[in-house]
């Protein structure tokens, strides 16, 4: 009979105390004489409870999926190794059709090993397709918590829809991430995580911290991996991994702040050492495949994911082979942004891209990225102020990119997008510059998790960059997540909002919803929510968005 959550955390409790007193002697007893027991090496311990950082599954195919586990009986141990024994252990795994594993339909062991801080990656095959699946694991007689997954649709269907939600900047020390929690109530079946999943700074002290990072800023591989089972400890992300599979990208703050390429953000001779260990703590700690195992400061992120004839996502990385930003980063007015020989993808993985494009065969074409895509130009005047960061300060990138799915007629393209710290919505152009422009896609941006703090309502078109760029749809600086529905005639979305991140149990509400009507680029407004005047503050919106997408003051 499977053992409950319930024993599980008892047996773990009860190996918790062998192991606290495992390693020392103990003295002889006075009125007996008997000698002190031998200390037990810390290599032959029992095992306490090791699923703390709870399970996962991700890039799911027709085949079958990823699933992860980390070992760590002590997640925040300042040697990044969890507390564990240096040694191996056998990590048992199941899938199962059914949530009470009376159908096991696979089973098999996998090695947890000390150099990959005992994490492990299975790579399933052979399940069905469109089918949703439960799993869980074994280790030394503890067992996981049971999650749900889903394996993508045979890739010549067409599915009726497909539940996505996409989320980004997740600052563990300002806020607390219900947001997960409310995306895993949203019954999803696909998660994408477009960037900042954890933070590198060192703890901070402030009003607006309702909890602190453990460690220093993270530079070393033990840091990294302290930092990741910090993250991975709280209830609310363990919910939403827990709940569909994800696919996941990283952009600046699992490395450090706006880094790009090999450029860090602050002379450092050490960064690609720095580099390297992150991305190993990345891979260790997320549910990626084998193809993604980083050798040394490189990794290969950008890939695809298939959903049947319904949706092809391209998996972007817009951080490793960029070029440094111009003009020294920033809102800048910067004539180097428009250099024809700049890129922010480098040029291997747009050809990746371009070719994509032309051999889709999908309804919706989906670039989950990083930065902002459209313009947006913050100067009401003649002068354009734009962020150096963003696709802005890569004007030839964008606009080859763009026109590659306007040349391979790409039938329904839209940009998911992460980073700001706000909702947005865009119509995409070839022109921004002219407002004649026609529309030939669409761009999507999620707020944060938590990065910025509780942040504020405001009535819809009241920010002074939608007057100035009237490409520009909707913004909102309530932290939340994005939630859609796409189908093979539409795509709707939600923009979620939270009315505060400061305290935990926060609801969740729609603040605005859109459409995408197949062949028809372009954003529709189906329903905007005013605003609560207790969540409205007078501020300038101006500063306060560049403030609180970059830290700068």
């Given amino acids: 009979m499977a053992l409950s959550r319930r024993t599980v955390l008892l047996s773990g409790a009860a190996l918790g105390a062998v192991g606290a007193t ?30 703390t950082l709870g399970v996962a599954s991700g890039d ?31 990590v048992q795994w199941e899938v199962a059709a059914d949530a009470l594993f009376r159908h096991v339909v696979q089973r098999g062991t996998q090695t947890a090993r000390p150099e990959a801080a005992h994490s492990v990656h299975v790579e399933l095959t052979g399940l069905l397709p469109g089918r949703e699946y439960f799993y869980r694991f074994r280790a030394e007689g503890h067992l996981s918590p ?48 477009l960037g900042d999943y954890q933070y590198e700074y060192a703890r901070e002290y402030g009003p607006d911290r309702p909890r602190g990072h453990e460690g220093p800023e993270t530079r070393t591989l033990a840091n990294y991996r302290q930092r990741h089972a910090q993250y991975k400890t709280d209830p609310d992300l363990q919910a939403a991994h827990a709940a569909a599979p994800w696919a996941v990208i990283f952009d600046d703050h699992e490395v450090e702040n706006n880094w790009a390429g090999a450029v860090p ?26 193809y993604s195992v980083p050798r040394g400061p490189d990794i290969a992120l950008y890939r695809r994911l298939r959903w049947g004839r319904l949706a092809t996502f391209h998996l972007l990385d817009t951080r490793q082979y960029r070029d440094d930003q111009a003009c020294g980063d920033g809102y800048r007015d910067c004539p180097a942004a428009a250099d024809p020989g700049r890129t922010i993808t480098g040029t291997a993985q747009e050809q990746w891209l371009l070719d994509g494009f032309r051999r889709s065969d999908t309804r919706w074409d989906l670039l989950a990225q990083q930065v902002f895509f459209a313009a947006r130009d913050r100067d009401p005047g003649p002068t354009r102020l734009t962020s150096m960061d963003a696709w802005d300060g890569y004007l030839a990138s964008r606009d080859r990119i763009t026109r590659g799915w306007v040349a391979a007629g790409v039938r329904n393209p839209v940009v998911l ?23 030939v896609g669409t761009e999507l941006v999620c707020s944060s998790v938590t990065s910025g703090g509780d942040g504020f309502d405001s009535a819809s078109g009241s920010h002074p960059w939608l007057r100035t760029n009237p490409h520009l749809r909707f913004q909102n600086d309530l932290r939340g997540f994005v939630r859609t529905t796409i189908t093979p005639a539409q795509l709707s979305a939600d923009f979620m909002v939270l009315p505060y991140v400061s305290r935990a149990g926060a609801p969740a509400y729609p603040r605005a919803s ?37 830290g700068l003051r």
Avoid at 69 to 78: M, N, V
Avoid at 158 to 182: D, I, K, N
Avoid at 527 to 550: F, G, H, I, N
């Fill in 22 to 51: 495992g390693g020392r002697s103990t003295p002889a007893d006075a009125a007996d004489g008997r000698p002190a027991r031998p200390a037990v090496p810390a290599r032959h311990r029992p095992l306490v409870w090791p699923f």
């Fill in 146 to 193: 049971t999650a749900r997954t889903r394996t993508a649709p045979d890739p010549a269907s067409l599915p009726t829809a497909l539940a996505m939600g996409f989320v980004s900047c997740s600052h563990y020390e300002q806020g607390y991430f219900t947001a997960y929690r409310r995306l895993a109530e949203s019954a999803p079946e696909l998660i994408l995580h």
């Fill in 60 to 90: 799911p195919d027709h085949q079958g999926v990823v699933l992860w586990t980390r070992l760590a009986p002590q997640p925040l141990a300042e040697d990044g190794l969890g507390g564990m024994p240096g040694r191996t252990v056998e």
């Fill in 417 to 439: 997008t992460g980073d700001v710290h706000a909702h947005w919505a865009a119509d995409l152009k070839l022109d921004y510059l002219d407002p004649a422009a026609r529309t």
């Fill in 514 to 550: 859109f459409v995408v009507e197949d062949r028809v680029p372009g954003l529709h407004q189906t329903y905007d929510r005013p605003p609560s005047t207790a969540r409205v503050r007078p501020v300038d919106r101006d500063r306060y968005t560049v403030e609180t997408e970059t």
């Fill in 265 to 290: 953000e602050e002379p450092d001779p050490d960064f690609l050492a720095r580099r390297a260990a992150a991305f190993q703590a990345y891979h260790e700690n997320m549910p990626l495949r084998r």
